[in-house]
């Protein structure tokens, strides 16, 4: 029995491949398409955001393609049912499975930036976005890279590293409880653009879709053999892969431009004049956290270099915020969410860290 599905596939992956190839040129022509207005002074601002723009995309790319490959893993081998299944055991109570959401990042070694894929596949196979969102804020507070580098930041303050896992997680749950019972969580994620699928491919999202899904894989494994199922798997895989990575890629160029002027445009002495007021120095740390985009695997030696000029507070403000949202992630989560819930999901991020960080303070 032949099928003729192969080569469409390849013509759609090569069409995706097309998409993709045509986003990295628009960030060189970004780079390079950029003509001073005027000469050295210029010039030097030029080269100071080129080196800001070019390290927050140098340093979210790696981590966002192992998240989109993640993401796309999930998508074709894991079924919808496993995962509601894992997450909302029923043999279990509730508290169980926001227990899982929160430590499952220890499984998932990438940043905060790669994370929000994975979640979006998360809840596209039925995940609750409620248990999602947990795991999304908590992921980079329990990831063993992020841990370490806390530590060896701060050496002589390991409370730092202990204090930013406990807040961070517990602002997680927090955030996660508050959306499960007052935020409808009914169509939070963007709508895709559809498409033309062909069915016989025996793509898993697509037989989802069909409500075929159990027709659709015993046809296919019956047609294919192992080589020729393992190639189609492989297809599929970067299929999804390329197309995401092309829909979420534009939002993390825009994150890294908009960073890297406004770091240009608001020079670091300018923060230092409120490092006097503990209140405003918290809201100025958090807000650096913000603009400054930092992967959540090195922010910490960032916060470092701010240690001996801002207090404890306002430091902490920093490790907690920085993880969870900044304005990389933030168009991130644009590709993926739609605006609304964003808006929401901010609001309650910098309500809440800032009032958990602000109680921390009193008692420490």
């Known amino acids: 029995m032949k099928t003729n599905f192969k080569n469409e596939d390849w013509v759609l992956l090569v069409r995706n491949i097309k998409k993709t190839v045509k986003l990295l040129i628009v960030i060189g022509l970004i780079i390079i398409l950029q003509e001073p207005l005027t000469q050295k002074y210029v010039l030097s601002k030029l080269d100071f955001f080129n080196i800001i723009f070019m390290s927050i995309l140098l340093e979210a790319l790696p981590f966002l393609l192992i998240g989109i490959m993640i993401s796309a893993i999930i998508g074709k081998f894991v079924s919808s049912e496993y995962l509601i299944k894992f997450l909302e055991n029923k043999k279990h109570n509730q508290v169980w499975s926001y227990v899982i959401a929160l430590l499952a990042g220890g499984v998932f070694p990438v940043c905060d930036c790669a994370i929000i894929p994975i979640v979006g596949r998360l809840i596209k196979k039925g995940v609750p976005p409620s248990l999602a969102i947990t795991f999304m804020l908590a992921a980079p507070f329990t990831n063993p890279i992020v841990i370490i580098a806390t530590f060896l930041a701060f050496p002589y303050n390991p409370d730092y590293a202990v204090w930013r896992i406990f807040l961070g997680l517990s602002i997680a749950l927090i955030i996660g409880l508050v959306i499960r019972f007052f935020v409808k969580e009914k169509d939070v994620l963007k709508e895709e653009k559809q498409q033309a699928h062909h069915h016989h491919t025996g793509c898993t999202c697509c037989a989802e879709k069909s409500g075929k899904k159990e027709t659709i894989c015993q046809e296919t494994r019956q047609a294919l053999n192992w080589w020729q199922q393992s190639r189609q798997n492989i297809i599929d895989i970067f299929n999804h892969a390329i197309?995401?990575?092309?829909?979420?890629?534009?939002?993390?160029?825009?994150?890294?431009?908009?960073?890297?002027?406004?770091?240009?445009?608001?020079?670091?002495?300018?923060?230092?004049?409120?490092?006097?007021?503990?209140?405003?120095?918290?809201?100025?740390?958090?807000?650096?956290?913000?603009?400054?985009?930092?992967?959540?695997?090195?922010?910490?030696?960032?916060?470092?270099?701010?240690?001996?000029?801002?207090?404890?507070?306002?430091?902490?403000?920093?490790?907690?915020?920085?993880?969870?949202?900044?304005?990389?992630?933030?168009?991130?989560?644009?590709?993926?969410?739609?605006?609304?819930?964003?808006?929401?999901?901010?609001?309650?991020?910098?309500?809440?860290?800032?009032?958990?960080?602000?109680?921390?303070?009193?008692?420490?």
Do not use: H, W
């Open 243 to 364: 197309k995401e990575f092309f829909n979420v890629g534009g939002y993390l160029i825009m994150g890294a431009f908009f960073s890297g002027m406004l770091q240009v445009l608001i020079p670091r002495s300018s923060i230092m004049d409120f490092r006097g007021n503990g209140f405003i120095s918290l809201l100025i740390m958090m807000a650096t956290a913000f603009f400054f985009s930092i992967c959540s695997t090195s922010d910490a030696f960032v916060a470092k270099s701010f240690a001996y000029s801002f207090s404890y507070q306002a430091i902490m403000g920093f490790l907690i915020l920085s993880p969870m949202l900044d304005l990389k992630n933030l168009m991130i989560l644009l590709a993926t969410f739609k605006k609304g819930f964003v808006f929401k999901l901010v609001c309650l991020i910098s309500s809440i860290s800032l009032i958990v960080v602000s109680l921390f303070s009193l008692i420490i």
